[in-house]
């Protein structure tokens, strides 16, 4: 997931990073399903660490396997102000929903492209951490949206699938069209 269209945070990158090309729509593996983690070994470690270099490095707030072409269940996210605060999940599981929240969301695989999308406003996921550990956290606003979009992802659901089919056309117009989404409006 990304910010909001304009805003932008000020990540220090640490140099060399390994990251993975991120996988772009409408390229038909953004639609495969992730399968579930059974082995918390050395290759899960080096998907962790890829993901997070590609999040840092694309400036993104959260950043799912399937967006680099893996099909576990995994994803990063960081949400914080300064990119301090990388976490992983593993497994992930929605278990509880709470209330209503519509926020502008972006995609690092649908780049150019944002639209409101209503999702809930609090959840609670439990998760493994990347050397198996399990957790569970509460998460509201900006984090609550984050998961949900990246969780979406490994189950092959894409944000601007939650819209209209009349919005959706409207706001994937720019990349049939190469316009710039500006001229469009950004509600
Ligand atoms: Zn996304």
Known sequence: MLYSR??????QTPNPMTTRTIVIYP???????????TAYGPALQSLVKDLLETMKAANGLGLASTQIGDLHRVFVMDVSEDGSCPIAFVNPVVVSRKGQQKRQEGCLSIPGVYADVLRAAEIRVQAFDPSGQPFERTAVALEAVCIQHEIDHLDGRLFIDHLSPLKRERVLEPLRTGAPQSLFGAS
Do not use: E, S, T, Y
């Open 27 to 37: 390229d038909p593996r953004l639609r495969a399903k992730a399968q579930p983690v």
């Open 6 to 11: 304009g805003a932008k945070r000020n990540v």
